[in-house]
């Protein structure tokens, strides 16, 4: 096993029934980098990231998250952060008040910790606001904080700018890159080309269930 990669996935198949979402995936990553992955709708790319999450358990194949199987050596990889498809919050109560009551699952922070993640996304954790009146913009932003506050090595990050206005998108783009700087691995998807081309050491394209690696410039 690959000692040098945080991630690696080797012949991973997924299929549901009689369809087959995710065909014969290999791929590493390493610490330290950002990658991306595009495609379109459908074709497989938040399917992998739930396998990694140990959201889904392959049909075939392994994932393994610092030398341990998820599924078999662990349920779940430790030290990940993530937000896939739309973070689910409790509608009547504050971004802080989430975020206290998700913190306190795993009790791993303290409350120092969860203001200080609001802080570096640009939410105000004195705000008594309730997160069914936050703009689709805020929700994202508590859903990036909710996936940095346990201070996580591996980011994974499905779609992460969706519906932040261009000052949050820059402002998360330096945050993505901050922490990749202190050797954070961050793999995301998105459909925007230029997100993808600021921010990504690597490029996969999924199609059809298939990953390979895109050579070169985004295109």
């Not at 791929?27 to 991306?36: A, L, P």
């Not at 790319?45 to 998820?70: D, E, M, Q, Y």
């Not at 998105?190 to 600021?198: L, T």
Request: glycine share 10%; aromatic share 6%.
């Amino acid at each position: 096993m690959d000692t040098e990669a945080t991630i690696v996935v080797e012949n991973l198949d997924k299929r549901f029934k009689n369809q087959s979402v995710l065909k014969n995936v290999n791929v590493k990553f390493s610490k330290g980098n950002i990658y991306g992955i595009i495609g379109r709708n459908g074709s497989g790319k938040t399917i992998l990231l739930k396998c990694i999450c140990g959201f889904l358990r392959p049909t075939a194949g392994t994932v393994s998250v610092n030398n341990k199987i998820v599924g078999q050596d662990i349920d779940f990889p430790q030290k990940l952060g993530f937000i896939i498809e739309t973070p689910g919050f409790l509608m009547n109560y504050s971004g802080y008040k989430n975020l206290k009551y998700l913190a306190s699952i795993q009790k791993k922070i303290d409350d120092e910790a969860i203001k200080e993640s609001m802080s570096l996304v640009g939410l105000d954790s004195a705000d008594k606001k309730h997160v069914g009146k936050y703009s689709l913009g805020m929700r994202q932003r508590l859903g990036i904080a909710q996936a940095i506050m346990e201070k996580p090595d591996i980011l994974i990050l499905d779609e992460p700018m969706n519906g932040l206005d261009k000052n949050g998108v820059q402002e998360m783009r330096e945050l993505f890159l901050q922490m990749k700087s202190e050797g954070k691995l961050i793999l995301l998807t998105s459909h925007n080309r230029e997100d993808i081309e600021v921010l990504c050491d690597e490029v996969y394209e999924m199609e059809d269930g298939i990953l390979t690696k895109k050579q070169g410039a985004v295109g």
